[in-house]
């Protein structure tokens, strides 16, 4: 993902009106991308922002989704996160620390046997398992 320097006018760019808080919002993803939930969104900003409310963060994000500058991530049917990255990329879950981890996927390598002349809108790979340091933790 390429670096966004300026949040401001890269929500006006994606025809989003750069309001306070969801430039703070925004630079919040990009700069922390653990694939956050509503929850953790609201519980890091809400010391900075205090008239900021749940309600608002998830109008946001529902805004960045729309406008396409945010992917939603639900490899769990009761936990919905957060991706400033668009691109196609696999997710993660960690089952021991619940970390939520980016890895690359090779568009050419994805076989589409079945489904070879099929519109694709959405893409998803999702993958959960223990992650490197949890495996380590546990041989010792
Ligand atoms: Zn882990
Ligand atoms: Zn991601």
């Known amino acids: 993902m390429q670096k966004i320097l300026d949040c401001s006018e890269y929500l006006r760019k994606n025809g989003i009106k750069p309001s306070f808080q969801r430039i703070k919002i925004f630079d919040y993803l990009v700069n922390n991308p653990v694939h956050p939930t509503v929850d953790t969104i609201y519980r890091s900003l809400v010391n900075e922002i205090p008239t900021l409310s749940k309600t608002t963060v998830y109008n946001t994000m529902s805004l960045f989704i729309e406008q396409g500058i945010v992917q939603l991530i639900t490899i769990e049917d009761n ?9 196609v990329h696999g997710h993660f879950k960690c089952t021991a620390c619940q970390k939520v981890l980016d890895f690359h996927v090779d568009a050419g390598d994805i076989s589409y046997k079945g489904i070879e002349n099929f519109d694709i809108i959405e893409q998803h790979i999702y993958l959960k398992g223990v992650c490197g340091t949890c495996k380590s933790a546990n041989l010792q």
């Open 79 to 87: 936990e919905v996160r957060y991706d400033a990255d668009t691109s």
